[in-house]
């Protein structure tokens, strides 16, 4: 059984920084992608940042340069966590955790595997 688990999140001001980490067990990471996705209120699910097993990393472009994505494997349990730097308002959002994550309707949670979310709110 595949189980996803985040943590990390909570309230910061605009300009602080805050670390999500999300461990990921049960799965087998190959040809596959682990990463973080996000759903702010009232808008569409989108992609933060994912890695693949050969290292490809992606970033939405509103984060470019201020959040950076890591994995670690150990013992067959993959972790991947987000460090978040230089939070805007815009940033805030529930924050998914995912394998294979598949976003679909604008709607998070639409395939593979996914944690149950974190809430970040960052206040101006």
């Known amino acids: 059984e595949v189980q996803v688990v985040e943590s990390g999140g909570g309230s910061v001001q605009t300009g602080g920084s805050l670390r999500l980490s999300c461990t990921v067990s049960?799965?087998?990471?190959?040809?596959?992608?682990l990463g973080w996705y996000r759903q702010p209120p009232g808008d569409m699910c989108e992609l933060v940042s994912t890695?693949?097993?050969?290292?490809?990393?992606?970033?939405t472009s509103s984060v470019k340069g201020r959040f950076t994505i890591s994995h670690s494997q150990d013992n067959g349990k993959n972790t991947v966590d987000l460090q978040m730097n230089n939070l805007t308002p815009e940033d805030t959002a529930v924050y998914y955790c995912?394998?294979?994550?598949?976003?679909?309707?604008?709607?998070?949670?639409?395939?593979?595997?996914w944690g149950q979310g974190t809430q970040v709110t960052v206040s101006s």
């Open positions: 995912a394998a294979d994550g598949i976003i679909a309707g604008g709607l998070c949670r639409m395939g593979g595997y």
């Open positions: 049960g799965f087998v990471f190959h040809d596959a992608v």
């Open positions: 890695i693949s097993d050969d290292g490809e990393i992606i970033y």
